[in-house]
T-cell receptor, first 111, second 115 residues
Framework: RKEVEQDPGPFNVPEGATVAFNCTYS??????FFWYRQDCRKEPKLLMS???SGNEDGRFTAQLNRASQYISLLIRDSKLSDSATYLC????????????FGQGTELSVKP | GAVVSQHPSRVICKSGTSVKIECRSL??????MFWYRQFPKQSLMLMAT?????????EQGVEKDKFLINHASLTLSTLTVTSAHPEDSSFYIC???????????FGPGTRLTVL
């Protein structure tokens, strides 16, 4: 079983749609959680950290459920520029900052 | 935000040659840097953790004699792919931690093609 699992997609949605990505992690020692965005042939860029209380940044909302070991990302009013691969990432406790990446979920927003 | 640079951005080399990739943190000191590899349509796979002033820690299955890592200063880590072969062709990305709560900052990546 992969340590971090995501639906690879692709998700094809029209502009303005709301889209939700799910992610599960297997190691309960996971300490910190992030969503990264990666554009084609580019490096990943941090989209947002994920906190147990849930957090929102504009059109993006992230949720964490430690009991279920589940992370989500909700994008509202999607834009063409949101098209990218979204990576669910966890950081392991006491492993010096080592990150474990999910395989990514590809999003394509169409006009 | 924090900036991490990589050089070169793209390299094409012949099989059997060695290639050095540099990773620099431009506006902060990074005692720890990470090297990843990403094949097409796959996620990033951690190759090794580079520690300033000490030996790198390699992930299982990564040959330390083939992928030489040197972290000579708080702002520079290098990855040398020795005796490169076509199967080493990949996108190599480094990252550095500035603040644990902020995750890692990634360099722009180096696309290696071995002919």
């Amino acid at each position: 079983r992969k340590e971090v699992e995501q639906d690879p997609g692709p998700f094809n949605v029209p502009e303005g749609a709301t889209v939700a990505f799910n992610c599960t992690y297997s190691n309960s020692a996971s300490q910190s959680f992030f969503w990264y965005r990666q554009d084609c042939r580019k490096e990943p860029k941090l989209l947002m950290s994920v906190y147990s209380s849930g957090n929102e940044d504009g059109r993006f909302t992230a949720q964490l459920n430690r009991a279920s070991q589940y992370i989500s990302l909700l994008i509202r009013d999607s834009k063409l520029s949101d098209s990218a691969t979204y990576l669910c990432v966890v950081n392991m406790r006491n492993q010096g900052g080592k990150l474990i990446f999910g395989q990514g979920t590809e999003l394509s927003v169409k006009p | 935000g924090a900036v991490v640079s990589q050089h070169p951005s793209r390299v094409i080399c012949k099989s059997g040659t060695s290639v050095k990739i540099e990773c620099r943190s431009l506006d902060f000191q990074a005692t720890t840097m990470f090297w990843y590899r990403q094949f097409p349509k796959q996620s990033l796979m951690l190759m090794a953790t580079s520690n300033e002033g000490s030996k790198a820690t390699y992930e299982q299955g990564v040959e330390k004699d083939k992928f030489l890592i040197n972290h000579a200063s708080l702002t520079l880590s290098t990855l040398t792919v020795t005796s490169a072969h076509p199967e080493d062709s990949s996108f190599y990305i480094c990252s550095a931690i500035r603040d644990k709560a902020m995750g890692q900052f990634f360099g722009p990546g180096t696309r290696l093609t071995v002919l």
